[in-house]
């Protein structure tokens, strides 16, 4: 099958929920990078694989919501981390299988997505980098949901340790991927405009 087709029992949950500290407090889904929002990049890249596209938010939904099918907030309103919009996420999932991905990252393709959704299991699957486990890059079975959801309300906030105490496997990648470059920072994303120039 061809990577451009929707994927069957593919749900994509792409992360914008955060309270964008390192950007100052800007919603970083919606900043600029090569003349579009961050949100748009990602976007282009995984529309075309799924009729379930979902973003995490906890603001600015209306504008989201051009960009996805359904927009999902954080039961909190305290931006209380990323595992409450992936538990969002997987509550609302239509699909068998929830792609994850953070709005940060536009430098991601299709090549990389396509080696996570060929390992597709009924355990999670993360991007590694070196030692360091990459949990916004992820590949969760909707059936996990239950499970994540009782670690949520035992305490854990912590994506990492949920996935990997749920079997998670790993995808590895280069430590210096270029793929995987997070713009999450004033800093990181002007110098990525000024090297695409």
């Not at 536009?106 to 959704?117: G, I």
Request: aromatic fraction near 4%; include cysteine.
């Amino acid at each position: 099958m061809s990577i451009c087709q929707p994927r069957p029992n593919l749900s994509i949950l792409l992360l914008a929920g955060g309270r964008g500290q390192r950007m100052g407090g800007q919603d970083k889904g919606l900043l600029e990078w090569r003349g579009q929002p961050l949100i748009a990049h990602l976007n282009a890249l995984t529309r075309p694989l799924t009729d379930d596209l979902i973003i995490s938010c906890n603001r600015n939904a209306e504008r989201y919501r051009a960009y996805c099918d359904r927009v999902v907030e954080d039961a909190e309103n305290d931006f209380p981390g990323p595992l409450a919009g992936i538990r969002a996420g997987l509550a609302l999932a239509r699909h068998r299988q929830l792609l994850v991905l953070p709005c940060d990252s536009p430098c991601l393709d299709l090549a990389l997505l396509e080696d996570l959704l060929s390992m597709a299991a009924e355990t999670p699957v993360m991007l590694r980098q070196g030692e360091h486990w990459q949990p916004l890059f992820s590949l969760l079975p909707t059936q996990l949901s239950a499970a994540l959801e009782a670690a949520w309300q035992a305490g854990e906030r912590s994506p990492q340790r949920v996935l990997r105490k749920l079997g998670a496997r790993a995808l590895d990648c280069a430590v210096d991927d270029p793929r995987l470059a997070n713009l999450n920072t004033p800093e990181l994303l002007s110098s990525a405009v000024t090297q695409a120039l």
